[in-house]
């Protein structure tokens, strides 16, 4: 079972690795933890993701809600987990928190600004374990509001959605960062510590014709220039991701606007490569332990059809226990984020508005890694 994780209030820092989205995101000092304020809705949301075991394994682990603001009574009475002050004892380990907090529900534009509530959710941070993680924000959809939006929102969201490649492709390119090296020329759009910010205004330049660039600059690849090495390796793994997503949104009924797909790999080449080295030679010894526990010799493993992930769970007959096992280094992640307008719908059959944009990206990343 995992480590149970606490903080207090006072330890929380912004949170510098956003690509897009809205401001008031909090960290954890190790930036293991993230803690997103949200609407009820998103709350609602993720509480129920539990019962949906697939595609739990495709969203930033959920670790339960907390109250940020100084109503602690009121918090408490509604099952939410308030964090301690300086003077009060060890904070209590994260978990689910099963009863809801009632918030207004009411929609109001919020520009990209923070959102006002003192509620938030936990989340692992997705980027955590890289030491310069490249992350891009993908939106999906074509239709970017949900039923509720007032109408003035939905025609501002049409709009943006007809002049970008939101309506023809189902994606939009929102935001990314990608380290440019250690020893980068000094630029005015590279920050000190050498990364290239692109925001949401990036990606709107795009139409059907060029949106590939974007993933491009992503990849840190030269215009119409097809990945190789240990890149190429990155985007094939992305788009293995994207195919299982794909898969387990096709068999949700679901409808999640403004979702998007959120890009991670390892921005600095040698850790990269360090990266892909360290992963074959644990696959390597876990390949050899599972040889020796079976009676078979190594080569054997895979003319029988075994493989690591299908024997990983008996090993000596007996299950090992989570962290027990090896943790392979990271290299590159992809999960889908931002539920604020999201919801189960029974009945209604798969989200074809996000599946179309999850398709084209396939089709994209397939083109540079051909």
């Known amino acids: 079972m995992a480590a149970q994780k606490s903080f207090r209030q006072s330890q929380l820092i912004a949170f510098d690795n956003v690509a897009a989205g809205h401001d008031g995101v909090l960290s954890t000092p190790s930036g293991e933890l993230v803690v997103k304020p949200c609407k009820q809705s998103e709350i609602d949301f993720y509480e129920s993701t539990s019962s949906h075991p697939e595609f739990v394994n495709h969203i930033p682990t959920f670790l339960g809600r907390i109250s940020l603001g100084s109503d602690t009574t009121a918090a408490q009475a509604s099952g939410v987990l308030v964090l301690p002050s300086e003077t009060s004892p060890d904070p209590p380990a994260l978990g689910a928190v099963t009863n809801a907090m009632v918030l207004g529900n009411d929609w109001a534009p919020s520009n990209g600004g923070k959102i006002q509530t003192d509620v938030a959710i936990v989340l692992d941070n997705v980027a955590a374990g ?26 501002k969201l049409d709009k943006v959605a007809e002049e970008t490649t939101s309506k023809p492709l189902g994606f939009r390119v929102a935001g990314m960062k990608t380290f440019q090296g250690a020893h980068h020329e000094k630029q005015e759009d590279i920050t000190l510590d050498g990364y290239r910010l692109y925001d949401k205004m990036y990606g709107r330049s795009f139409n059907v014709n060029t949106v590939h660039h ?20 990155v985007v094939r793994r992305f788009i293995e991701n994207l195919k299982e997503l794909e898969g387990v949104i096709e068999k949700e009924e679901s409808r999640m606007y403004s979702a998007s797909v959120l890009f991670v790999y390892e921005g600095d080449q040698e850790a990269l490569q360090e990266a892909f080295t360290a992963e074959r030679d644990m696959i390597a010894s876990f390949q050899d332990r599972l040889a020796d526990a079976n009676g078979i010799s190594n080569d054997e493993v895979f003319a029988n059809g075994h493989s690591a992930d299908s ?52 089709k994209i990343l397939d083109m540079l890694a051909t």
Do not use: C, M
């Not at 890289?130 to 025609?155: E, M, S």
């Not at 974007?214 to 390796?233: C, H, Q, T, W």
């Open 130 to 155: 890289y030491k310069k993680p490249n992350i891009l924000d993908v939106k999906l959809g074509a239709r970017l509001w949900a039923d509720d939006a007032p109408v003035a929102k939905r025609a």
């Open 214 to 233: 974007g993933f491009e600059d992503y990849f840190l690849l030269a215009k119409e220039v097809k990945a190789k090495g240990s890149i190429k390796k």
């Open 311 to 362: 024997e990983a769970d008996d090993v000596d007959g007996e299950e090992e226990e989570e962290d027990e096992r090896p943790k392979f280094p990271a290299i590159q992640t992809l999960k889908l984020i931002d539920f604020a307008h999201a919801e189960w719908t029974p009945g209604q059959g798969p989200d074809e508005n996000i599946l179309h944009g999850i398709r084209n990206v396939i």
